[in-house]
């Protein structure tokens, strides 16, 4: 019976970090394409609009090329998003980002309203809305 409690080899760590790598950038090169449709945008067009080449975004999208830090910003600058969002990232509980990522202009505004409230108005907004579980 093989002993499960072994630590794995450098070889299974390597491997293990290999194929880790290689999911996130399917990952990345998913969420990119993604952002680039809903855009409406051509490669050439995301190109041209962040200085990398045709097939620099191609690479990416296909997973075969990791995606540099010049690049990540200069695509979630482009897209308007967080580079967490764009490099797939799961924020950790407690860490810097609560809730959900936020795409909806709508949604914003209303929050960004709500941020602009001081405590008497937020108290008057919820009761004129009647929204239960708030105080």
């Given at each position: ?59 990416i999208e296909a997973g075969t090329q990791q995606i540099g ?67």
């Amino acid at each position: 019976m093989p002993n499960n409690t072994a630590e794995p080899t450098p070889v299974e760590i390597a491997h293990a970090k290999m194929w880790l790598m290689d999911n996130i950038r399917v990952r990345i090169g998913v969420r990119l394409a993604q952002l680039r449709e809903n855009a409406g945008e051509t490669q050439e067009q995301t190109a041209a609009a962040t200085g990398y080449s045709r097939s620099t975004i191609a690479n990416i999208e296909a997973g075969t090329q990791q995606i540099g830090l010049q690049a990540a910003l200069a695509l979630a600058d482009h897209f308007r998003v967080p580079m967490d969002y764009l490099l797939c990232r799961v924020v950790p509980p407690g860490g810097p980002l609560v809730g959900k990522f936020l795409e909806d202009r709508d949604v914003l505004a209303l929050v960004g309203f709500w941020e602009s409230l001081n405590d008497s108005d937020r108290q008057a907004v919820v009761r004129l809305l009647r929204i239960p579980g708030l105080p």
